[in-house]
Antibody, heavy 120, light 108 residues
């Protein structure tokens, strides 16, 4: 079955960088768009970024555009999120999520989440 | 950007009762772009409903979605103990536009 494992979270100072990883298994990774979604505990999720199945198309939420970079390695079934110039407002649990089918407009499987805390 | 407002914030119920959760959009949403998720404490969201009314694979028939335009609902027929959780609606508004509601907590 589909299995997504997020990793790389931790405590980081404002202005610094952090990289998250998502290991995928149980499906044909290179056939699906993938997303990063974050959530402050007690709040609704917030979509962060999307990468197309082949990595050629990338989209970002306005709140992270220019600071975050999404990428993938289909040969390794891995997705990444490089987060630069972090601020305290980026503190959240970050989930990788698999997009649905061809449209990718929903998130049908999620990783367990990795906590990013931006604090001095 | 389309905003989603969920109500009520908290829905107290007893097992066996019917739950009706509301999701209202700030402007009309395509019916095939509205989804619902369930989230339990310490867990990732779980995909329940897509296209406003279609159940995701493995989701019990007691979960039903309906609605169109700006008003959508998730109905849980005869709530079971395992259904007590937070529920979020989500819409896809086109390129780089995925938004979630703030959630409704179904509690005992």
């Amino acid at each position: 079955q589909v299995h997504l494992v997020d990793s790389g979270g931790g405590v980081v100072q404002p202005g610094k960088s952090l990289s998250l990883s998502c290991a995928a298994s149980g499906f044909i990774f290179g056939s699906y768009g993938m997303h990063w979604v974050r959530q402050i505990p007690g709040k609704g999720p917030e979509w962060v970024a999307r990468i197309s199945y082949d990595g050629n198309s990338k989209e970002y939420a306005g709140s992270v555009k220019g600071r975050f970079t999404i990428s993938r390695d289909n040969s390794e079934n891995m997705m990444y999120l490089l987060m630069d110039s972090l601020t305290t407002e980026d503190t959240a649990v970050y989930y990788c999520a698999k997009g649905t089918g061809a449209s990718g407009r929903y998130f049908d499987h999620w990783g367990q989440g990795t906590l990013v805390t931006v604090s001095s | 950007e389309i905003a989603l407002t969920q109500s009520p914030g908290t829905l107290p119920l007893s097992p066996g009762e019917r739950a009706t959760l509301s999701c209202r959009a700030s402007q009309s949403v395509s019916g095939d772009s509205l989804a619902w998720y369930q989230q339990k404490p310490g867990q990732a969201p779980r995909f329940l409903i897509y296209g406003a009314s279609k159940r995701a694979p493995g989701i019990p028939a007691r979960f039903m979605g309906n609605g169109s335009g700006t008003d959508f609902a998730l109905i849980i027929d005869r709530v079971e103990a395992e259904d007590f959780a937070v529920y979020f609606c989500q819409q896809y508004g086109g390129s780089a536009m995925y938004t979630f509601g703030q959630g409704t907590k179904v509690e005992i």
